[in-house]
């Protein structure tokens, strides 16, 4: 029953949703709205519902083998017959007739009453929808998460903007200082040259960064299906974010295996595999059906007679030339391979969220490491310029220290995208992404 309501759940997309326009973000955009939308405009995510809903489809024609067909007809024929075709002897009678016609009415109605093949394949095609509704969940989870690393590429791409625009400022105070040092004679020329190579390194380093700014918001707006053109605002920083999680490698792997809808989906089409060896084998059970029509025939048509026909039939397989044992030892071997499938998938979800939490684990020492690396190098430059300032160093020491908090700078804004990547990875690893807050 939960399986059903998924399928439908997943379907409840209107008929025209393929030929929506994507939604534009009012406002600053935030990680999990960004996510959020990536699932529901990822075209990859897209294509998977519409798959669901062609499984679906699916469903309903197996469903249609169970359920009763009627037609009707009608018909006007102008014949003549030869008598003497037949063999047997009609006294006054011989030869062949007058043209002369016929007026027919039918209505014809069968009903499955018991078929236990056509029931399996039924039961088969139900697995097979819920396995593509739970591909399309897993979709839109790898779309969002495509989306959400998106959205920290961007944020660190602006992140380093800000941080080059901070390191500016600083070239160009250290240069003035430089300039007055060398006009007062206390300073030799070498230093103020030496402070316009760096500011202009700075300023290189800028452009740089602005460039790569602007190329991350075309690839965030391309996962979002946005043109290219639109404007968006980023609501978040790189700061850490809270955790909702299983840290624990092994908790994490039991997570994992009850959550991820990939695995789901494998489970689902392993049932699919094997209702479906089911169905040739219950091939061999004897089916019933019901049939029957209603005709009123006669040469006029307002002069008809009406008769019935109604048939119950048992049908009892014997033998098709061992066509059936054959397909059963294929679907059998098509049964192994899908448990093998099955079987790595689980390997291979366990390892991903072992993988996951440790990843998220290292991320957030680094970030610790990197933050006190930077108070570390701004505590430097201090010193440095103050030395600089007393004329006891000279413009390569200040020069050094400003290329330690730069690096620095750019130490902490990856690792901040680096914790940001695990966390994202680690919900989707989890299969749970859809609760990243």
Not at 41 to 66: F, K, M
Not at 74 to 94: C, H, K, M, W
Not at 162 to 181: G, K, N, P, V
């Amino acid at each position: 029953m939960r399986c059903s309501l998924l399928v439908l759940s997943l379907v409840a997309v209107p008929a025209g949703a393929a030929a929506q326009q994507p939604t534009v973000p009012q406002g600053p955009l935030t990680l999990l709205q960004a996510i959020t939308l990536g699932r529901s405009q990822g075209v990859d995510a897209a294509i998977a519902a519409l798959n669901v809903r062609t499984a679906n489809a699916r469903v309903g024609q197996r469903r249609a083998d169970l359920l009763p067909a009627i037609e009707g007809g009608a018909a006007y024929v102008r014949q003549t017959v030869n008598l003497d075709e037949f063999g047997i002897p009609i006294p006054g009678a011989s030869g062949v007739t007058d043209p002369f016609s016929i007026y027919r009415l039918q209505l014809r109605a069968s009903q499955t009453l018991f078929d236990a093949s056509l029931i399996a394949r039924l039961r088969a095609a139900r697995d097979t929808a819920v396995a593509a509704g739970l591909d399309a969940r897993a979709a839109g989870e790898i779309a969002g998460a495509t989306t959400g690393l998106a959205y920290l590429r961007t944020l660190s791409a602006q992140a380093t903007v800000r941080a080059r625009q901070a390191d500016s400022t600083i070239a160009a105070e250290l240069l003035d200082q430089a300039r007055q040092l060398v006009a007062a004679g206390v300073s030799p020329a070498i230093d103020a040259t030496r402070s316009e190579v760096s500011f202009g390194s700075v300023r290189t380093q800028l452009e740089v960064a602005r460039n790569a700014a602007d190329r991350a918001r075309l690839d965030l707006l391309r996962t979002l299906d946005l043109p290219s053109g639109t404007k968006i605002e980023l609501a978040d920083s790189l700061g850490p974010g809270p955790l909702d999680l299983p840290l624990d490698p092994d908790s994490a792997a039991g997570f994992a295996h009850e959550h991820r809808a990939e695995l789901a989906a494998e489970r689902a089409r392993t049932s699919a595999a094997r209702r479906s060896l089911g169905a040739i084998r219950a091939e061999y059970l004897p089916s019933l059906g019901l049939s029957g029509q209603y005709q009123q025939t006669g040469q006029e048509a307002s002069n008809l007679a009406g008769s019935y026909a109604v048939q119950l039939q048992l049908t009892v397989p014997i033998l098709d030339g061992f066509r059936r044992q054959n397909r059963v030892k294929e679907q059998h071997l098509r049964v192994d391979i899908q448990e093998i499938r099955e079987h790595d998938l689980v390997n291979q979800v366990e390892t991903e969220a072992r993988q996951s939490v440790l990843d998220l684990a290292s991320a957030r020492q680094q970030v610790a490491i990197a933050e006190d690396r930077l108070r570390l190098a701004q505590q430097e430059l201090a010193q440095a310029e103050e030395r600089f300032q007393a004329g006891v160093a000279g413009s390569v020491e200040t020069t050094n220290a400003q290329g330690s908090v730069i690096a620095a700078r750019d130490a902490l804004i990856q690792s901040r995208v680096g914790f940001g990547t695990a966390r994202v990875s680690a919900y989707r690893a989890l299969g749970v992404i859809d609760q990243l807050h």
